[in-house]
C-alpha cells in the first residue's frame, strides 16, 4: 500500500488530532505503548478496550507493513488506561521522521509522561540469544550523524527545547522498575542491558554494516525506536525501549525465528506491565537507589570513554558498577572477561602491593575514596570521569618486545592490546603514586589525585604520561 498524502505535524493539527482521539476515548491514558512488528498481541491483555483505527483520524498516518495493524487501543492494565499502539510507521515506507513519530507528540499532548516502545531486533552482541529481551540503555544512529533527525526543521519550544541533550534518553527508573517486576512476576526470560542499533531498511544490514554496527558498541540492530525515543524525550516524556531478539545476525548468516515464538516472548513481557504500576507507587520514595553511585557519591552513568577501541575495556557502565570489596581473586582465577572488573576497583587492586599497604584491600579503598574527593575538590568533576581520561592518556599504543634468534636479540616495535593498555596505564598510574609519597609530606592519597589530575590532563608532570612517551619513543627507535 502506497502512503497517503502528507502528515501535518505543526503544533495547532496535533492538538487537533488529539483532541479528536480524546473525544473518542473518553478517558485519560496515563501510559503509552508502541508495538514493534509481529507484537501488537500485546493488546489484548488490556481490558475496557476502546478500539481507533489510524485511518479513521484525520491526517493521521498509516502503516503498510505486515504485522502493524494500525489501530490504537486503550484499556486498563494493572489499574491504569494504557494507550497502546498496534504497529508503526517506518521511514522505509516513504514517510518523514518526523512523521514516523508524531504519534509520541500526540500522546505527549494527551498528557502521557511515560512510554514503553517495543520492537523486534537482530543480535550483534555474542552472547545474546534468540528469544532473549534487551532493555535499550542508548542507540546509535548513523542517520542521525549524518543530520537527519525528526528534530531537524523549525523548532515549536511548546515540545521542547530547540538543542536537546540527548543523555539520559533512556530512563534508567523505569529500566529497574521492569527488573523489580520482572523477579517478581517469574520472567523466565533472560534480560540484558544493551544499545540498539538503528539502520533504515527495508533491506536488512549487509555482514560489514552489521560488524561496523557492534564495532560502534550496538548490542542489537532494529529499523525503528530512535526516532520515537528522540522525539519523547525532546517532549520531556519518560522512555522505556525494550528490544526482542527475534534473530541473530551473523556475518555470513541470519538466523530467525518463528512468528509464533516472537508473539509468545512479548505477550511475556506485557504481563510485567501492571506489576511495574504496582512497583512505580512502592518503590517511588527509594526510586533513585538501584542506580548505583561509587562511594555513595559519583555516578557512573554519566562517564564517557572517548577512546573506542578501550570501551570494552573499561567497565564503568551499570552492569559492571557492582564493586566486590572482597571478591578472594574473582577476577585473577578467570581466564576470560577479565575486563568485566569494576575499573576502580582494580585501580584499588593495583594499589596493593608486597610490603607497603601489603594485601591490605580496606587501606587501599579509603586511599582511593580520599584521592576521589580530592580530585572533586581540585577540579569540580566526577573523579570516575577524570581516572578514565587518566587510563586512556597512560596507555601506552607501541611497546617493544625482545626477539631472540641464531644467538642475537633484538627489540622489535609492537602494539599494544587494548586490555594490556589499560593494565599497564592502571600500574603506572599506582606507581607514580606510590613513588611520589615515599618520603613525602603529601599522604598516598594526595599523591595519587595528583597524579590521576595530570595524566588526565596529559601532562608531563604525570610519571605515567613520562613513562608512556618513554615506551612509545624506544619502540619507535625500534620499528
Known sequence: MARSSPVAVDYDSLLETSNFIKRKLTVVPELGLICGTGLGELADSLSNVITLNYADIPGFPVPSVEGHEGQFVCGKLGGKWIFCMRGRCHTYEGYQPIECAMPVRVMFLLGIKKVILTAAAGALNSNYKVGDVMLINDHFCLASLAGISPLMGPNDARFGPRFPDMK??????????????????????????????????????????????????????????????????????????????????????????????????????????????????????????????????????????????????????EKHAKFLPHSAGRYQVKRFRKAQCPIVERLVCSLMMHGRNNGKKLMALRIVRDAFEIINLHTGENPVQVLVNAIINSGPREDSTRIGRAGTVRRQAVDVSPLRRVNQAIWLLCTGAREASFRNIKTIAECLSDELINAAKGSSNSYAIKKKDELERVAKSNR
Open 168 to 317: 539520559g534518553a533512556y530512563s534508567t527508573k523505569l529500566r529497574n522498575l521492569f527488573r523489580i517486576a520482572g523477579k517478581e512476576s517469574g520472567f523466565s526470560v533472560r534480560l540484558h542491558d544493551g544499545v540498539y542499533g538503528m539502520i533504515g531498511g527495508p533491506a536488512f544490514a549487509t555482514p560489514i554494516e552489521n560488524k561496523f554496527i557492534r564495532m560502534a558498541g550496538s548490542d542489537v540492530v532494529g529499523m525503528s525506536i530512535v526516532w520515537e525515543s528522540t522525539v519523547a524525550h525532546h517532549c520531556g516524556m519518560e522512555v522505556l525501549a525494550v528490544a526482542i531478539i527475534t534473530s541473530i545476525s551473523e556475518d555470513n548468516s541470519c538466523k530467525t525465528t518463528l512468528h509464533d515464538d516472537v508473539l509468545a516472548i512479548g505477550k511475556q513481557v506485557c504481563r510485567h506491565l501492571p506489576k511495574m504500576s504496582v512497583f512505580e507507587y512502592q518503590y517511588n520514595a527509594v526510586s533513585d537507589l538501584p542506580n548505583i553511585k561509587l562511594f555513595g557519591k559519583w555516578p557512573l552513568d554519566s562517564v564517557d570513554i572517548n577512546d573506542m577501541s578501550l570501551v570494552d575495556y573499561i567497565a564503568v557502565k
